[in-house]
């Protein structure tokens, strides 16, 4: 799957939040990138709404057209279309292994489900995209629990807490889903309603 592979902090600073967490590069300069990024912007309907898209691709690490089919996924499910697709994007096993501590950015936790780490279910998922559901248990491989980035997932387990919809067992750094997050229990910057306002269009 194509996905964005240029400088992180050079989208932050385009929309003005921190999609990596804690980049001091974008701290110390938190205004957009380029010889006119201290000029005014008119800011049209349009133009926030598509930084709100923008923001949520981002935050996530996925293109356009991936995410136009979360979009219309969660248009089909029952309840709110911006709750749905916040909930589908926070589903994705490469964002559960960043959001229970297991990698310190979601590019590290899609690279690690790439290079085939994990388990769910007792199955082999190398899917970033694979979608999680209530009561999965989400296990590292054995043999993986001996690398570098699992040593160092350990270690750390507990400085950035995870969220109450999962639970981080430290002893073999199992993940286990209670249930899937709802809206309150989101925290990534975004607007949903202005993504969906751009895309009802």
Do not use: C
């Not at 996924?73 to 309840?79: F, H, L, P, V, Y």
């Amino acid at each position: 799957m194509a996905r964005y592979t240029g400088p992180a902090t050079r989208k932050s600073r385009r929309l003005k939040v921190d999609l990596i967490g804690g980049d001091q590069a974008f701290e110390r300069r938190p205004y957009p990138p380029g010889q006119h990024g201290r000029g005014r912007v008119k800011e049209t309907e349009y133009l926030l709404q598509l930084q709100e898209k923008q923001k949520a691709r981002f935050t996530y690490g996925i293109m356009e057209k991936q995410f136009r089919s979360y979009y219309e996924e969660a248009n089909r499910r029952q309840g709110k279309t911006g709750d749905n697709l916040l909930q589908l994007l926070e589903a994705r096993l490469d964002n559960v292994v960043y959001r229970a501590g297991l990698a310190r950015t979601r590019r590290q936790a899609r690279q690690l489900v790439n290079h085939g780490h994990f388990l769910v279910n007792g199955q082999k998922v190398n899917i970033p995209s694979y979608q999680v559901t209530k009561f999965d248990i989400i296990d590292v491989k054995p043999k993986s629990l001996k690398s570098t980035p699992f040593i160092i997932a350990k270690e750390t387990l507990g400085e950035r807490p995870a969220p109450a919809w999962l639970q981080v067992v430290p002893s073999t750094l199992r993940i286990l889903v209670h249930q899937l997050p709802e809206r309150a229990q989101i925290d990534t910057p975004v607007t949903e309603q202005l993504i969906v306002e751009l895309y009802s269009k």
